[in-house]
């Protein structure tokens, strides 16, 4: 996705999506769901409903083009009830995909670090 920030509107779909829909069905929730034109140049947002993945659909001159990403741990989404159809600024999109949430003051996942003993711990005991 290379896109100059300042000029492309970002559409998030507010309510559970299914993953399998491909350009097809994701365009036509576009059509129907939100009422808009996918060619149009836009960015269109679905987010599963377990909220561990999304999905952006867009156009660029020559055809549809779809951009996922499915997290490990965590969520996009903390409560469902809060989110709603809108459309959102580049910015915000990159901070959702992310992990931040606008108006939260905590990262909505955190790194697992697994530890391992020192390997020179058991060298030095003996």
Partial sequence: MFFPEGQI??????????MRRSFDGLQALVRQGLGADPLDGSLYVFINRRA???????FDRSGFCIWSKRLESGRFVSNWSEVRTREMDWTALKLMLEGI??????????????????????LAMR
């Fill in 9 to 18: 509107r970002v559409h998030l779909y507010g309510a559970p999506c299914d």
């Fill in 52 to 58: 561990t993945q999304i999905r952006c659909l867009y």
């Fill in 101 to 122: 949430e606008v108006g939260r003051q905590r990262k909505r996942y955190q790194h697992v670090r697994i530890f391992s003993p020192e390997p020179h711990s058991a």
